[in-house]
Structures are given as structure tokens and as C-alpha cells.
């Protein structure tokens, strides 16, 4: 369902200052991180180190935004990470 405008005004005052200090704090751990796990692997500067499968152009398809509004997602479980629900012990307060 859609929410009241003003539910999501009030929410994102607080929800989007918090995710975005998350994010910042995640950034500056990168470096270090990256340079542990796999530091000569990036694919999104050398694509020959995907390990993903190609894809053809031909089997693609356009899709129009009309098209998509009739998805049915009745049938997906939502987890606790699709929701935000994770844990909070990295947040800044």
C-alpha cells in the first residue's frame, strides 16, 4: 500500500541521516577491507574478471513500465534484511 506523505516525511528525517551515517562509516572501513579480501578483483574495472555468465544481447528484451504493473508478488516471504531490520550495533547515534 502507499503511505500518508507525511509518514514518509517524518520517517525519512530520521531514517535517511542514519542510513547515510552507516554508509559513510561502511566507506571508510573500505580500503582496508578491500585490501584482505581479494585486492587485485574488480571486475567493474577489468571485465574479463567476472565471474558472472555472459549474457547474449539477443536474448534481451525491452521491457515498457506499463508492462510492469501487474507483477504479482504475492507469493514472496519479505526477510528482516529486505525490511531494514538488521542489527544496529555498527549505527551512530
Request: charged share 30%.
Amino acid at each position: 500500500g502507499s503511505l500518508p506523505k507525511w509518514v514518509v516525511n517524518k520517517s525519512s528525517q530520521f531514517l535517511a541521516p542514519k542510513a547515510m551515517k552507516k554508509m559513510y562509516k561502511a566507506c571508510l572501513k573500505y580500503p582496508e577491507w578491500k585490501q584482505k579480501h581479494d585486492p587485485h578483483f574488480k571486475p567493474w574495472l577489468f571485465p574479463e574478471q567476472s565471474r558472472l555468465p555472459a549474457l547474449l544481447l539477443s536474448e534481451l528484451s525491452l521491457q515498457h513500465a506499463d508492462s510492469l504493473e501487474n507483477i504479482d508478488e504475492s507469493s514472496l516471504a519479505e526477510s528482516k534484511e529486505d525490511r531494514g531490520e538488521g542489527s544496529d550495533e555498527d549505527s551512530l547515534t
